[in-house]
Antibody, heavy 123, light 108 residues
């Protein structure tokens, strides 16, 4: 069974740091582009960050640019999100999501999601 | 940045009803539009990709249509398990981040 499992969430003070991990199983991580998505309580999802298959291209939403860093270790079938300078507005459930290309890879969507890990930024 | 809006924000329906919800993009995005279903405490689940493509394993009562700026998700006969929140997402500006809409909640 294809699966993504996030870990590393928790309570952190404003200005603090946290690293999230996402373990992939049932498929080869190196074959897919990957993303982090977060969802604040009662809000819609927010696409945060993207990394290509080889880990050479990364993109970020403006809300986290300069503070968050996405990375991957294909040998360990794992994806990471290093979060620095955390703010109260970063409080959310964080998901890793697999990006799949449909119709000859012309159209992309997130076809596999983890269960999410909660990050709470509060003093 | 491409902004996504959805209407209505919520709707009430009964089992067996035909349900339609809309998503609008702030600029033309062709058919680069996906739909997700989310139940409380769970991750979003892909229903429709490329505006009208049905994801594997998704019941055929779900269908999507539209192109450019206006899109529609239709549930032909609402089932008890369909009560959830539905989000649209644009995938026009590749690579991500891809913007999501604010959602339409379907309840009884």
């Amino acid at each position: 069974e294809e699966q993504l499992v996030e870990s590393g969430g928790g309570l952190v003070q404003p200005g603090g740091s946290l690293t999230l991990s996402c373990a992939a199983s049932g498929f080869t991580l190196s074959s897919y582009e990957m993303n982090w998505v977060r969802q604040a309580p009662g809000k819609g999802p927010e696409s945060l960050s993207f990394i290509n298959r080889g880990g050479t291209t990364m993109t970020y939403a403006d809300s986290v640019k300069g503070r968050f860093t996405i990375s991957r270790d294909n040998a360990k079938n794992s994806l990471y999100l290093q979060m620095n300078s955390l703010r109260a507005e970063d409080t959310a459930v964080y998901y890793c999501a697999r990006e799949h290309g449909f119709w000859s890879a012309y159209y992309h969507a997130f076809d596999l999601w983890g269960q999410g890990t909660m990050v709470t930024v509060s003093s | 940045d491409i902004q996504m809006t959805q209407s209505p924000s919520s709707l009430s329906a009964s089992v067996g009803d035909r349900v339609t919800m809309t998503c609008r993009a702030s600029q033309s995005i062709g058919s680069y539009l996906n739909w997700y279903q989310q139940k409380p405490g769970k991750a979003p689940n892909l229903l429709i990709y490329a505006a009208s493509g049905l994801q594997s394993g998704v019941p055929s009562r779900f269908s999507g249509s539209g192109s450019g700026t206006d899109f529609t998700l239709t549930i032909s006969s609402l089932q008890p398990e369909d009560f959830a929140t539905y989000y649209c997402q644009q995938s026009y500006n590749n690579p991500p981040p891809y913007t999501f809409g604010p959602g339409t909640k379907v309840d009884i």
